[in-house]
């Protein structure tokens, strides 16, 4: 069974640091999601990984991804405001193509 | 904009009551997932509509049953509604199932009293 856990939960930070979101899953999953949800709405796609060594970027925000660690970080770069919310990973079970969650990781950036 | 939409956008029902929330996927896309996201935690699967038919299933009970139809729209149907049925139900659709994006719907939020 696929299971994902996200650390930190909670991540309170000033702008202008860096800091990093760790995900970890138990058994093989052939791609790793990261999305990002704001208070009271849905989900947007930041990332998806496809492949040991996987990296992506978008804007101040990188993904990787460490396929024998079974480890995928999500790492936040000189953090503005903006990026405050709640950032998830995920992972695809391959047996069923079932996404299976993290719970979550609130980031609040203080100005 | 995903070009994913859902209806309605809150609904309030009864314990005991019977809901049933929709989704329209984009043009095209043969799989449409539903998902239950209780306050403060991730989303869990409920089950994967491929080409009409269920195609997965996660650890529900069977009182939610869903149905896929060929104008690329969805329902979750909710029979017996329980207090911990509350929550943001999101759908996402795709192009096919081993596709690798998803595209999720702005969700509805329900509301069991």
């Known amino acids: 069974e696929l299971k994902v856990e996200q650390n930190p939960l909670f991540l309170s930070m000033q702008e202008g640091k860096n800091y990093t979101i760790y995900c970890n899953y138990s058994?093989?999953?052939?791609?790793l999601y990261w999305y990002r949800q704001d208070p009271g709405k849905s989900l947007e796609s930041l990332f998806v990984?496809?492949?040991n060594g996987a990296v992506k970027q978008e804007g101040r925000l990188m993904a990787s991804l460490d396929t024998k660690a079974r480890l995928s970080t999500l790492h936040i770069t000189a953090a503005v405001h903006d990026l405050s919310a709640t950032y998830f990973c995920?992972?695809?079970?391959?047996?069923?193509?079932?996404?299976?969650w993290g719970a979550g990781t609130k980031l609040i950036i203080k100005p | 904009e995903t070009g994913v939409t859902q209806s309605p956008t809150h609904l309030i029902k009864t314990r005991g009551q019977q809901v049933t929330l929709r989704c329209s996927s984009q043009?095209?896309?043969?799989?449409v997932s539903w998902y239950q996201q209780a306050l403060g935690q991730g989303p869990q699967f409920i089950f994967q509509?491929?080409?009409?038919?269920?195609?997965g299933r996660g650890n529900f009970p069977p009182r939610f049953s869903g149905l896929q139809f060929p104008n690329y729209s969805s329902e979750l149907n909710v029979n017996a509604l329980e207090l911990d049925d509350s929550a943001l139900y999101l759908c996402?659709?795709?192009?096919?199932?081993?596709?690798?994006?998803?595209?999720f719907g702005p969700g509805t939020r329900l509301t069991v009293t």
């Open positions: 996402a659709s795709g192009w096919d199932i081993s596709s690798y994006e998803q595209y």
């Open positions: 043009s095209g896309h043969n799989t």
């Open positions: 990984l496809l492949s």
């Open positions: 509509y491929y080409r009409e038919e269920e195609n």
């Open positions: 058994t093989t999953s052939d791609r």
């Open positions: 995920a992972g695809r079970w391959p047996s069923n193509y079932q996404l299976i």
